[in-house]
């Protein structure tokens, strides 16, 4: 028999999860995709306290001040256009006033350090190895927020950079959380802005030393997203429109791997009942006053009623909302 694809045989790990474990999530915007699927599917998890981290520097920083969070204060801030900011944050953090600014990244931190002490699985996810530099501070910072371009040089972390900031950062949480299973990943965005021959040179930095850290760490473990998209997918038509980004077929074909490859049997049945439930919940009816309809959203009310039995710990208040509000009197 042909083959026209190469599939990528799933990998086996030394542990299977299920919703006993909670996650915490470093990295780019393919984590916060994987992220948002496990949270739709009632795993406990929280991603990129300090924002969206692309290169190995902002997530090893991010890492860091999830297991030992750090006081930021005024001095550490600047001011540009009218916004006061952080170096080592995404301007989601910003704000008009100093305060508000500290205020957002204490919480952000106080939430990480809380989800970290209680989690038994970290996600990292690289994106690339370009960093930019802030010339006059001499620091890579993880966010230029828009200023002069001239402040800044752009280069490619090394391989033996990339591998010893990593393992510092990893080295230091798994002393204070041994238990923690670490599934890193490359990211399968394409960062095209870059170029596509230095794309390449910085997804094989990243490749390189995701395998290094294996080799050092027992507790990390690599999954294969990367290759999923490249190799086993490898058509422009998983790509969105801007052909960098997995689309979402591409996300929930990962997706759909990464739950073979992790969770045990009891918990991918799980899984199966609560998506049948977020299909519901995104469900967009062109005629909402019809009798089939709001038959519909009271079939999806007794069905979350059964889950509420068969999984006390798990809250559907959010989706029972959505329904209600669509009933009519």
């Keep these: 028999m042909e083959h026209f694809r190469s599939v990528l045989p799933p990998p086996v790990y030394p542990f299977q999860l299920s919703h006993a ?17 496990l949270a739709a599917r009632k795993f406990s998890s929280f991603y990129n306290p300090l924002g969206i981290a692309f290169n190995p ?3 090893a920083l991010s890492l860091d001040r999830a297991s030992q969070p750090k006081v930021y204060q005024v001095a550490d801030l600047f001011e540009y256009q009218g916004l006061w900011h952080s ?4 301007g989601s953090f910003s704000a008009p006033s100093p305060v508000q600014t500290l205020a957002g990244i204490k919480l952000a931190q106080q939430t990480a350090h809380a989800q970290f ?5 970290l996600m990292l996810t690289l994106g690339t190895a370009n960093v930019w530099d802030h010339v006059a501070e001499k ?3 993880s966010n230029c927020h828009k200023l002069p371009g001239h402040l800044f040089r ?6 033996a950079e990339t591998v010893e900031v990593l393992g510092r950062a990893l080295e230091a949480c798994l002393e204070v959380h041994s238990g923690l299973k670490v599934i890193i990943t490359v990211s ?14 910085s997804k094989a930095t990243l490749l390189l030393a995701t395998e290094q850290l294996c080799r ?9 997203a990367y290759e999923l998209l490249m190799d086993d997918l490898r058509d422009y038509r998983f790509y969105a429109e801007d052909l960098a980004h997995p689309n979402a077929q591409a996300t929930d074909y990962i997706w759909g791997y990464f739950k073979n490859a992790f969770f045990d049997a009891a918990t991918q049945i799980q899984i199966q009942e609560l998506e049948k439930l977020h299909r519901a919940v995104q469900h967009r009816p062109l005629h909402p006053d019809t009798v089939t309809h709001q038959t519909f959203l009271h079939q999806q009310l007794e069905y979350i009623t059964c889950l509420e039995s068969k999984y006390p710990t798990m809250d559907f208040s959010a989706e029972k909302s959505i329904f209600h509000q669509q009933i009519k009197a």
């Excluded at 474990?21 to 699927?37: A, K, N, P, T, W």
């Excluded at 170096?87 to 995404?90: K, V």
């Excluded at 002490?117 to 699985?121: A, G």
């Design 154 to 159: 752009r280069r490619r972390m090394d391989l």
């Design 57 to 59: 520097y902002s997530v």
């Design 87 to 90: 170096f080592d944050h995404h």
């Design 188 to 201: 399968p965005v394409r960062y095209l802005r870059e170029g596509i021959v230095e794309n390449a040179r």
């Design 216 to 224: 050092s760490f027992a507790q990390v473990h690599y999954f294969p």
């Design 139 to 141: 620091r890579i910072v």
């Design 117 to 121: 002490q209680k989690s038994s699985v």
């Design 21 to 37: 474990d909670q996650f915490l999530g470093i990295g780019s915007c393919f984590v916060e995709q994987i992220g948002q699927r």
